[in-house]
């Protein structure tokens, strides 16, 4: 069982916006703004799309969005397109013990 | 640019000891935080521990009594050992680097580790 709860799956149609959920508990999520978001395709390594609950690293389009309330943080991705497809994991700080703490990962289909 | 690539063998037998080396390019293991994530297949991710610029470490307390992690500056790399393998702790095995704010901004391609006789 992860300790961050995301849904297994979300789906949408080209063009729309989804947002996926990333629920912990105040000891996480809802402590630190120390949320990273990580997408991966298929046989490939994740790579980071949001990191710190909302910034951007260099070159991942602006189409991604991060945002936190409370114990859950979201993802959001405006403008589906079929490069979208993949899964999405989020992750935060949790302590010095357990610093990288995973949510189990949700399925994006583009339909 | 940073880069991280990891090698080891493929197979490990059962209650032997799996070893994973990740070898650096384009960044100091001197400097931010070195990690070992691990991914089994069709499942999701999980922070083994990391080996941090002081040279201490630091591990995943459900793995802690079988995981050694330790680098080598000379050769600016560092290597994951994980003892008494089972068929759970097969898995792809990626290097990573980790900033102090804990997010991972670069990933080795992953190393699969099949454990089985």
């Known amino acids: 069982q992860s300790a961050l709860t995301q849904p297994a799956s979300v789906s949408g149609s080209p063009g729309q916006s989804i947002t996926i959920s990333c629920t912990g508990t105040?000891?996480?999520?809802?402590?630190?703004?120390?949320v990273s978001w990580y997408q991966q395709h298929p046989g490939k390594a994740p790579k980071l799309i949001i990191f710190?609950?909302?910034k951007r690293p260099s070159g991942v389009s602006n189409r991604f969005s991060g945002s936190k309330s409370g114990n859950t943080a979201s993802l959001t991705i405006s403008g589906l397109q079929a490069e979208d497809e993949a899964d999405y994991y989020c992750c935060s700080y949790a302590s010095s013990t357990s610093p990288v703490v995973f949510g189990g990962g949700t399925k994006l289909t583009v339909l | 640019q940073v880069q991280l690539q990891e090698s080891g063998p493929g197979l490990v037998k059962p209650s032997e000891t799996l070893s994973v080396t990740c070898a650096v390019s384009?960044?100091?293991?001197?400097?931010?935080?070195w990690s070992w994530i691990r991914q089994p297949p069709g499942k999701g991710l999980e922070w083994i521990g990391s080996?941090?610029?002081?040279?201490?470490?630091n591990y995943n307390p459900s793995l802690k009594s079988r995981v050694t992690i330790s680098g080598d500056t000379s050769k600016n790399q560092f290597s994951l050992r994980l003892s008494s393998v089972t068929s759970a702790d097969t898995a792809v095995y990626y290097c990573?680097?980790?900033?102090?704010?804990?997010?991972?901004?670069?990933w080795g391609q992953g190393a699969l580790v099949t454990v089985s006789s």
């Open positions: 105040s000891s996480d999520v809802g402590r630190y703004t120390l």
């Open positions: 080996l941090y610029y002081s040279g201490s470490t």
């Open positions: 990573v680097r980790e900033t102090a704010w804990s997010y991972l901004d670069y």
């Open positions: 384009g960044d100091s293991i001197s400097s931010y935080y």
């Open positions: 710190e609950v909302s």
